[in-house]
């Protein structure tokens, strides 16, 4: 299942400029996984002062869309794709591991699993690449669905 940029826009309750997915290119049912991606556009403000030298995507932000691909997957592993009211909220962020930085322009592949879930409560795993495939950061995290 793929999802293009305006169907992402509808579901995800984060909207510009705190909106890090574009698209997503696959979710396994199956495997309870999803695969999107976004570009930092080198315009983007942020990075006028992290850092105006050597610009580089921040990591929290990074994680933001981990976590935002989670939410798409939540969404798309459900019986229907609907917010219904209900909140998706990062509740644990555990383990990450920053392995190079990603830069303006470059395309962040956002790859995230639910591991296990408890009443409330979903476990995931997330890996994030560059366009060259080169792994930027992996980490797991806990959201609470309310």
């Known amino acids: 299942m793929e999802l293009n940029n305006k169907k992402v826009k509808e579901l995800l309750p984060q909207k510009e400029p705190f909106r890090f997915v574009d698209y997503v290119d696959d979710v396994d049912k199956n495997n309870k996984?999803?695969?999107?991606?976004?570009?930092?556009?080198?315009?983007?403000?942020?990075?006028?002062?992290?850092?105006?030298?050597?610009?580089?995507?921040?990591?929290?932000?990074?994680?933001?869309?981990?976590?935002?691909?989670?939410?798409?997957?939540?969404?798309?592993?459900?019986?229907?794709?609907?917010?219904?009211?209900?909140?998706?909220?990062?509740?644990?962020?555990?383990?990450?591991?920053?392995?190079?930085?990603l830069f303006p322009n470059q395309k962040a592949n956002i790859i995230s699993k639910i591991e296990r879930s408890i009443p409330h409560f979903y476990f995931f795993s997330s890996k994030v690449y560059n366009g060259f495939e080169d792994k930027i950061l992996e980490g797991k995290f806990i959201v609470f669905k309310k």
């Open 33 to 101: 996984t999803i695969q999107c991606n976004y570009t930092f556009k080198s315009d983007n403000p942020i990075f006028l002062g992290h850092f105006p030298q050597e610009p580089i995507v921040p990591g929290v932000l990074l994680i933001e869309a981990m976590a935002q691909s989670a939410i798409l997957l939540m969404l798309c592993i459900g019986n229907e794709i609907s917010l219904d009211g209900e909140k998706y909220l990062l509740s644990k962020v555990e383990e990450v591991r920053f392995n190079k930085p």
